[in-house]
């Protein structure tokens, strides 16, 4: 007999064995037990959670030889042939393959015109309904509106919102959740048991974790260790098969990128590589951990969060599990589409290790105290180089005091040294300071900046104490036009982020937009 996958013989037979759909199976029996079975019905849900197999279920329903009930025999001949899928009057349609007009008309309308040949309904179950096609949809409208009475349809759709009001709007909905990890587990444990397949808890955990609430693709994963595992099913049996990071590992490296230890986190990144995990898997997996201490902090009960979870998330704060989380939904998707992941996924994380806006770099060593301010706020800082000098138009005395709030500025914030490099003061009025940065790539990198606002009012505050007075405000530009040469430095990135913005974002932070050519 030729291997069937797990989530086929263990695919739910009866409302019963549906797991975790109680809101739709009780209101289907009860319809069913008291004769309001409607002409049309439309499952929606995420992937896996049991959309067809509901479907298949209440054709079974209606179809079955003891008559119409909630409860089908599974044993008569209908019953049976519903479930190989050979029964002529029960009609499955795969609308992702078969999208056309032509398949709708000859499929359903034409079939729907014709009496039952056995069972007691003609049944379409359209399964991805929505990759319909527009004209698709058109041809079916008619039926669906004014079906004969012996016509039932069931709709199965992953992306309800791709389906038309006017077929959704004739049909009786039906919402599938996803799967809770507790209810995922105990489904598990089911299949393991009913196989024979011995297994630590710790590891049916991970598989359900992983799964994202799907029940059919916690199976497939179970399936896919026990197939390479001999002997007993482990956690880390578990997390080496499917590529996983262990919690442990993750919860480490939210823990060293919350102090700013930069060295640890790279550390962590390439011991994780080593032993072979895809840098994509690593950032999905913090990606998916972060959602996790999500829940442990506000819904713990019902996430299943342990009491270190819980601690983890209370450690961590909503703040800044809500910021780690946003970035790296952006870098999931830029490791996605590059050629060294690896350099991406060490840069998000190197990122999140520094402050958003500008803080007191975290060391051992305390770094010197700032210099006093000066008495006389005019007195001209050190000459410039060439590449800083102000244009003609600028003030010479704004220029200064430009000079000297740069000066404050990255002693005691250094990242902000390789934003501010080369910049120069382009006119100055009604206490609004015109500033040039030294490239039009520093700037944009500048203005994405989440932190664009607080920046720029450290900014402003430095110039107000150098010039002595409240209400002067900086205004930055894109490229430095006050005269001499560009550094080489800045060419050649300006060159490189002309050829591919990978590179541009694979050397830029944001406090440090232009990495000094060593």
Not at 39 to 57: C, D, E, N, Q, V
Not at 228 to 248: I, P
Not at 335 to 351: F, G, K, Q, Y
Request: glycine share 6%.
């Amino acid at each position: 007999m030729a291997h069937q996958a797990l989530y086929r013989r263990y695919r739910s037979r009866t409302f019963e064995e549906l797991v975790g759909q109680d809101h739709i199976t009780r209101t289907l029996q009860s319809a069913i037990g008291s004769g309001k079975v409607a002409h049309a019905y439309l499952f929606t849900g995420p992937r896996g959670s049991g959309k067809t197999s509901a479907a298949r279920i209440l054709a079974k329903c209606l179809c079955c030889e003891n008559g119409v009930t909630p409860t089908p025999c599974l044993e008569c001949r209908f019953c049976k042939e519903i479930a190989a899928g050979n029964l002529p009057d029960v009609t499955e349609m795969d609308a992702a393959s078969e999208s056309g007009v032509d398949q709708v008309r000859a499929h359903i309308v034409a079939q729907s015109n014709y009496a039952p040949m056995e069972a007691r309904y003609r049944i379409f179950i359209i399964d991805e309904v929505h990759d319909l096609s527009q004209k698709g949809f058109d041809a079916l409208l008619k039926t669906i509106e004014e079906p004969p009475p012996h016509v039932v349809f069931i709709l199965a759709t992953t992306e309800l919102h791709k389906v038309p009001i006017t077929i959704r709007s004739r049909c009786q909905k039906y919402e599938f959740r996803r799967g809770t990890l507790q209810q995922i587990e105990r489904r598990l444990r089911f299949v393991c048991e009913q196989e024979g397949i011995e297994f630590d808890e710790d590891a049916l955990r991970a598989i359900a974790r992983m799964s994202d609430g799907g029940y059919r693709d916690a199976l497939t994963l179970l399936e896919q260790v026990h197939l390479t595992v001999s002997g007993k099913l482990t956690r880390d049996a578990v997390l080496t098969q499917l590529g996983l990071v262990s919690e442990e590992s993750l919860d480490e490296v939210l823990r060293r990128i919350a102090k700013g230890d930069a060295q640890p986190v790279l550390e962590q990144v390439a011991a994780l590589i080593q032993q072979g995990k895809e840098p994509k898997a690593i950032i999905e997996s913090l990606a998916l951990r972060l959602n996790e201490l999500t829940r442990a902090l506000y819904i713990p009960a019902e996430a299943g969060a342990t009491d270190q979870e819980v601690a983890l998330a209370t450690e961590l704060g909503a703040d800044r599990i809500l910021q780690y989380q946003e970035a790296l939904v952006h870098s999931v998707r830029d490791v996605r589409d590059v050629t060294l992941p690896r350099v991406w996924v060490e840069l998000a994380l190197l990122r999140l290790t520094q402050p958003d806006a500008p803080t007191l770099p975290a060391s051992a060593t305390p770094n010197p105290t700032p210099a006093p301010a000066q008495k006389k706020v005019d007195t001209p800082a050190p000459p410039a180089p060439a590449k800083a000098s102000a244009p003609a138009g600028a003030p010479s005395g704004v220029a200064a005091h430009w000079q000297e709030a740069m000066r404050r500025l990255v002693e005691k914030y250094p990242k902000m040294k390789q934003t501010l490099q080369g910049s120069a003061v382009q006119s100055a009025a009604e206490k609004k300071i015109v500033v040039g940065l030294a490239t039009r790539f520093v700037y944009d990198r500048l203005q994405r900046s989440s932190q664009l606002r607080r920046i720029m009012e450290t900014v402003n505050e430095t110039v107000c104490e150098v010039i002595g007075e409240e209400g002067w405000r900086v205004e930055f530009t894109p490229g430095n036009n006050g005269g001499g040469a560009k550094p080489k430095a800045t060419r050649k990135v300006e060159s490189d982020a002309v050829e591919g913005e990978e590179l541009a974002n694979a050397v830029v932070d944001v406090m440090g937009a232009i990495p000094e050519e060593s």
